[in-house]
């Protein structure tokens, strides 16, 4: 079992920059993946990034460059780094984990996102 708590987002302005954590509380595995990944009203859940265990990232060809993934083991918590937001950006996003064997990928730059587990969400606006 796994549990995860992000923080809050956060709202911006084209081009702006923010940055997403997502801490995990309770973790019964012994190796896991984790990622991010959001979804607008009325579109699709969309994959940006995972990361493994070993500190490997992968990304979505839509964020690759302006987003960035990494973890610090020690707190055991995730981050999202937002930069060059822009309006279409706009989401819930969600941090994601799954043991490290069930762990999605990425294939021709779309990252799945079949995470086990998941946070509550946080809320990125950007606006133009």
């Known amino acids: 079992q796994v549990l995860l708590a992000e923080s809050d987002g956060g709202s911006v302005q084209d081009g702006g920059s923010l940055r997403l954590s997502c801490r995990t509380l309770k973790n019964t595995y012994s190796h896991l993946c984790m990622g991010w990944f959001r979804q607008a009203p009325g579109k699709e859940r969309e994959g940006l990034a995972l990361i493994e265990e070993d500190g490997t990232a992968e990304y979505a060809d839509s964020v690759k460059g302006r987003f960035t993934i990494s973890k610090d083991n020690v707190t055991d918590t995730l981050y999202l780094e937002l930069n060059s937001l822009k309006p279409e950006d706009t989401a819930m996003y969600y941090c994601?984990?799954?043991?490290?064997?069930?762990?999605?990928?990425?294939?021709?730059?779309?990252?799945?996102?079949?995470?086990?587990?998941r946070g509550q969400g946080t809320q990125v606006t950007v606006s133009s």
């Open positions: 994601g984990a799954d043991r490290a064997r069930l762990c999605p990928h990425c294939y021709g730059g779309t990252c799945y996102s079949d995470f086990g587990y």
